[in-house]
């Protein structure tokens, strides 16, 4: 069984940096895209940032240059990296995993596997 859990969430001023992790277990995923979404209360679910088996990136709008998504294959790991973090980036973090391989997607429906997701707050 597919397992994916996330950690690095935490309360950090504005300004400052987190670094989400994302471990899978229960399969390998060196081939699939994996992907960060995170839900703001009262908000529907946002993408984030995504990364493909080649290392190709997919960023949200609103990330502009502040985040960054990697991966290491051999940890079965997925990384988010982020920086001059606002008060609007709190949120639940989610991480994703497609079922597929060779695809990069950003809407939800793209990925078939979610961690059960780490708050990040950023104070004011």
């Known amino acids: 069984q597919v397992q994916l859990v996330e950690s690095g969430g935490g309360l950090v001023q504005a300004g400052g940096s987190l670094r989400l992790s994302c471990a899978a277990s229960?399969?390998?995923?060196?081939?699939?895209?994996m992907g960060w979404f995170r839900q703001a209360p009262g908000k529907e679910r946002e993408f984030v940032a995504a990364?493909?088996?080649?290392?190709?990136?997919l960023y949200g709008d609103f990330v502009k240059g502040r985040f960054t998504i990697s991966r290491d294959n051999a940890k079965n790991t997925v990384y988010l990296q982020m920086n001059s973090l606002k008060p609007e980036d709190t949120a639940v973090y989610y991480c994703?995993?497609?079922?597929?391989?060779?695809?990069?997607?950003?809407?939800?429906?793209?990925?078939?596997?979610w961690g059960q997701g780490t708050q990040v707050t950023v104070s004011s």
């Open positions: 229960g399969g390998t995923f060196s081939r699939n895209a």
């Open positions: 990364i493909a088996w080649n290392d190709r990136t």
């Open positions: 994703a995993a497609d079922g597929a391989p060779y695809g990069l997607g950003s809407t939800a429906t793209s990925y078939d596997h």
